[in-house]
Nanobody, 120 residues
């Protein structure tokens, strides 16, 4: 089970850190991804990190502003979001899968989502 947290309301230019904690299973060998879904839009890839060497991959829209990291000892993955923009407003989901990919269907486990709202 994945539990996402850390969402909230922030002004444009501000920062938030999302967390995704796993319970019932170890995450050390799993790739972890963050996705987001804005109202009326499809779920889109944000960032992912591999389980072993910590390879990171970002969507172009967040590159340079967001940082994904993980603490395998705590079975937790983080998404540090800086320089937030109104277009970052969405429900953010964490997911676990076998490898770093950008397609939601290739992730096996999903968290419940946490809402991020960025005001202008």
């Amino acid at each position: 089970q994945l539990q996402a947290s850390g969402g909230g309301l922030v002004q444009a230019g501000g920062s938030l850190r999302l967390s995704c904690a796993a319970s019932g299973r170890a995450l050390s060998s799993s790739a972890m991804g963050w996705f987001r879904q804005a109202p009326g839009k499809e779920r889109e890839f944000v960032a992912a990190i591999s389980g072993s060497v910590g390879f990171r991959y970002y969507a172009d829209s967040v590159k340079g502003r967001f940082t994904i990291s993980r603490d395998n000892a705590k079975s937790t993955v983080y998404l540090q979001m800086n320089s937030l923009k109104p277009e970052d407003t969405a429900v953010y989901y964490c997911a676990a899968g076998p490898r770093v990919v950008v397609t939601p269907k290739d992730y096996d486990y999903w968290g419940q989502g946490t809402l991020v709202t960025v005001s202008s």
